[in-house]
C-alpha cells in the first residue's frame, strides 16, 4: 500500500491563526504535516500570498526545504492595514505533492508614522468635550407624560 502525499494543516502566521497588525518585518508563515505513516518528512514546500483582490504578492515557487516553522515572508512589500491569503502545498520524502492547503489569512499592521495615531481618553477631555458653549445650554430631563 503507497501512503498518501503528505497534508499541510494548521497553518500560522506570527505564531497565531489569521493574526492582525502583524508587523510586516514579523512576518513568519508556518504549518504542521499531517499523514499516515513512519518516517515521513517534508522535502519541499511552496507558498502562496495574494492580496484583498487576489493580485499575488508572493509565489515562493518550489523550495527544497524541510523547513514548515518561521518561514519568512519572500514577496513585495505589505501594505499598511492590507489583508492578504496565504496558501502552502509540500512534497514529501518520495517527492509526492500535496494539495494547496485550505487558505489562511493574516493583516499587516497600520502605519506607525501617519496612518493611525490614538491617545488614552480621560475623564477630564470627556467633560470638556460634552460641556455646551455658554448660554446654550438646554434641560437633559425626560419629558413627562
Known amino acids: 500500500m503507497t501512503a498518501l502525499p503528505l497534508t499541510p494543516a494548521g ?7 489569521d493574526p492582525l497588525g502583524v508587523a510586516p ?6 504549518w504542521r504535516l499531517a499523514g499516515a505513516g513512519v518516517g515521513r518528512a ?11 483582490v487576489g493580485a499575488v504578492a508572493w509565489d ?24 492578504y491569503r496565504w496558501k502552502v502545498r509540500v512534497w514529501d520524502e518520495a517527492g509526492r505533492g500535496s494539495e494547496w492547503s485550505d487558505p489562511a489569512r493574516f493583516e499587516a499592521e497600520l502605519d506607525r508614522t501617519g496612518g493611525w495615531h490614538a491617545s488614552w481618553i480621560r475623564a ?21 407624560p
Open 11 to 17: 497553518l500560522r502566521c506570527a505564531h497565531r491563526v
Open 25 to 30: 518585518d514579523r512576518v513568519r508563515l508556518s
Open 42 to 52: 517534508q522535502r519541499a514546500y511552496q507558498l502562496l500570498v495574494t492580496d484583498d
Open 60 to 83: 515562493s515557487g518550489r523550495v527544497e526545504s524541510a523547513a514548515a516553522a518561521g518561514v519568512a515572508y519572500g514577496g513585495s512589500p505589505l501594505m499598511a492595514g492590507g489583508r
Open 124 to 144: 477630564s477631555r470627556i467633560r470638556a468635550a460634552a460641556t455646551p458653549p455658554s448660554g446654550r445650554a438646554r434641560s437633559t430631563r425626560w419629558p413627562g
